[in-house]
């Protein structure tokens, strides 16, 4: 129960400091470099990301362009259905509609198993435990897929903490990219 009052106490926090410094563009395109360099060197079929909320950063025109470089690679957004999260795939000619929460999805959905995930984080600590917006969804699907993709957090290097104080159904991610680097590894690349 304490872990849960700190965790929504620091949500607060991170939303109230994206909310009251707006990422600007810069560093927003420095965390697409840092990705953009990284993936260059991996050999990844079908990548699942996020459409963004919140003020995340945009992956969609970095998507669009790693699918334009890679014929043949796929993207998948996520989709949350009778409470549970698969995902989608997606292309830049994919019509989307409303779907939970007021998040986008495809209108016709055809799943697919990403092998590599780009997972949004409202913050992100030391050992590379992610603080979402507090739904669980990223680690119930992680805990319940099998083979698990290798994760990549996504996230502006503000949003860095000591410690998320993680739970046990807490997955840490494989690597964080941020504005300022892509070293945050768990050396499980």
Known sequence: MQSSLFKTSLRKK?????DERPID?????????NLSSWISEQSYFTVGFYLPIFHEVDLVPFMTSWLERNPGKKAAIPIIENNQMFFAEWSPETKLTK????????????????DLLLVPCLGFDNSNYRLGYGGGWYDRYLSQTNPRPFTVGIAYSQCRIE???PEETDIPLGLIITDESKSYSKGRI
């Open 14 to 18: 991170l939303k109230q400091l994206r």
């Open 25 to 33: 563009h810069c560093v927003s395109a420095a965390v697409i470099d």
């Open 99 to 114: 779907g939970i929460f007021n998040t986008l999805v495809p209108q016709t959905i055809r799943k697919i198993a990403p």
């Open 163 to 165: 410690t998320i104080e």
